[in-house]
């Protein structure tokens, strides 16, 4: 079946500027996380998704990110203001349950490029 | 202190040789344990969980776990061109997010 899928594969935006990052997890899946990996470094906990809810948002590194999840499917990442050090990729990854036995899959990851 | 911390690497090996990649955790609660493979370019692909103290086979990988040293490690027997990747160790503390190291670049040399 369909893996989870992200949009765009890349964005380059000016400093300052709003972007939106999408990612479609795997049909079914309830949880849905966001990390980010930064150049030759380890990937970095965002957020997570509950249904379409967010218990954790610990991760998120200032009030300029935000994330939102809807029907229990798409999820979409906010970063306003963007600034240089938020470049870097981001990858969604979604799980059956939060189970801690069940396998998180990664999608693609969206390469964010801050001018 | 990070909260999972790898072999800084990079690793190289001669094709069908061992490669042997370690990884310690600070969260003594922790209880379960991953493997992700990550080529160039690409989105982690996980190849290994361990949730138990010993070791776990699997093919050509093995994940070992001593959780009272705070210790595990992967294990990768007769090593094939196709193993070059970043291997990343992660670690769940509770039971949902997922704490990564740095990862440790293999390269299997032919």
């Known amino acids: 079946g369909a893996g989870v899928s992200q949009s765009p594969s890349n964005k380059v935006t000016e400093k300052g500027k709003d972007v939106e990052l999408r990612c479609d997890p795997i049909s079914g899946h309830t949880a849905l996380y966001w990390y980010r990996q930064r150049l030759g470094q380890g990937l970095e906990f965002l957020i997570y998704f509950q249904g379409n809810s967010a218990p954790d948002k610990s991760g998120l590194p200032s009030d300029r990110f935000s994330a939102e999840r809807t029907g229990e499917s798409v999820s979409t990442l906010t970063i306003q203001r963007t600034q240089q050090e938020d470049s870097a990729v981001y990858l969604c990854a979604s799980s059956l349950t939060r189970d801690r036995t069940d396998t998180q899959y990664f999608g693609p990851g969206t390469r964010l490029t801050v001018l | 202190q990070k909260e999972v911390e790898q072999n800084s690497g990079p690793l190289s090996v001669p094709e069908g040789a061992i490669a042997s990649l370690n990884c310690t955790y600070s969260?003594?609660?922790?209880?379960?344990f991953f493997w992700y493979r990550q080529y160039s370019g690409k989105s982690p692909e996980l190849i290994m969980s361990i949730y138990s103290n010993g070791d776990k086979e699997d093919g050509r990988f093995t994940a070992q776990l001593n959780k009272a040293s705070q210790y595990v490690s992967l294990l990768i027997r007769d090593s094939q061109p196709s193993d070059s990747a970043t291997y990343l160790c992660a670690v769940q503390p509770n039971d949902y997010k997922l704490s990564f190291g740095a990862g440790t670049t293999v390269t299997v040399r032919a």
């Open positions: 969260d003594r609660v922790s209880q379960s």
